[in-house]
T-cell receptor, first 113, second 113 residues
Framework: AQSVTQLDSQVPVFEEAPVELRCNYS??????LFWYVQYPNQGLQLLLK??????LVKGINGFEAEFNKSQTSFHLRKPSVHISDTAEYFC???????????FGTGTRLKVLA | NAGVTQTPKFQVLKTGQSMTLQCAQDMNHNSMYWYRQDPGMGLRLIYYSASEGTTDKGEVPNGYNVSRLNKREFSLRLESAAPSQTSVYFCASCGLQEQETQYFGPGTRLLVL
């Protein structure tokens, strides 16, 4: 079975500072990895995904993530955050050959002026 | 395209009442999903349908039933609502052409008294 761990439930950061949101997963088979963002009172939308190939993945709004197979991690980064990045961020995993997506518990990013 | 639509947006039930949450997508996606979102617990998969005519249990199926009415529609039924089912419910869909990306509806906020 797959699982996803987001250790940081809340991350405060000042505007224009860099941020890293951590995600670790466990799986006995190869996986697809995702980061979704949820703005208040909305559904989730995709930030970026890793399916195969290059381990550095670039997404929307200046976010990027790196797949590290040996560390079983898929951390999300942004070099300079904006107030508008304040939202909840979810990491998700889907094992290849299955249809089930497993989500982490989320990280609330609070960008401070 | 409307994407993924959910009805109703809000609902208040008394313990023991039943109701059906409706979900429809107009993107010709094969797979559809129901999740619940609770504070501190992220999104948990209730049921999913990999294709029309099939349904499977997710992480938290107890107390729920689903129907994949056709390729577009996937409903979630609470036969006898309990306060523990107070949550925000999200429907999502995914198609081969989307390369594993899930598209989410806006959610249904359910309160069970």
């Amino acid at each position: 079975a797959q699982s996803v761990t987001q250790l940081d439930s809340q991350v405060p950061v000042f505007e224009e500072a860099p941020v890293e949101l951590r995600c670790n997963y466990s799986s006995s088979v190869s996986v697809y990895l995702f980061w979704y963002v949820q703005y208040p009172n909305q559904g989730l939308q995709l930030l970026l995904k890793y399916l195969s190939g290059s381990t550095l993945v670039k997404g929307i709004n200046g976010f990027e993530a790196e797949f590290n197979k040996s560390q079983t991690s898929f951390h999300l980064r942004k070099p300079s955050v904006h107030i508008s990045d304040t939202a909840e961020y979810f990491c998700a995993v889907r094992a290849s050959g299955t249809y089930k997506y497993i989500f982490g518990t989320g990280t609330r990013l609070k960008v401070l002026a | 395209n409307a994407g993924v639509t959910q009805t109703p947006k809000f609902q208040v039930l008394k313990t023991g009442q039943s109701m059906t949450l409706q979900c429809a997508q107009d993107m010709n996606h094969n797979s559809m999903y129901w999740y619940r979102q609770d504070p501190g617990m992220g999104l948990r998969l209730i049921y999913y349908s990999a294709s029309e005519g099939t349904t499977d249990k997710g992480e938290v199926p107890n107390g729920y039933n689903v129907s994949r009415l056709n390729k577009r529609e996937f409903s979630l039924r609470l036969e006898s609502a309990a306060p523990s089912q107070t949550s925000v419910y999200f429907c999502a869909s995914c198609g081969l052409q989307e390369q594993e990306t899930q598209y989410f509806g806006p959610g249904t906020r359910l309160l069970v008294l």
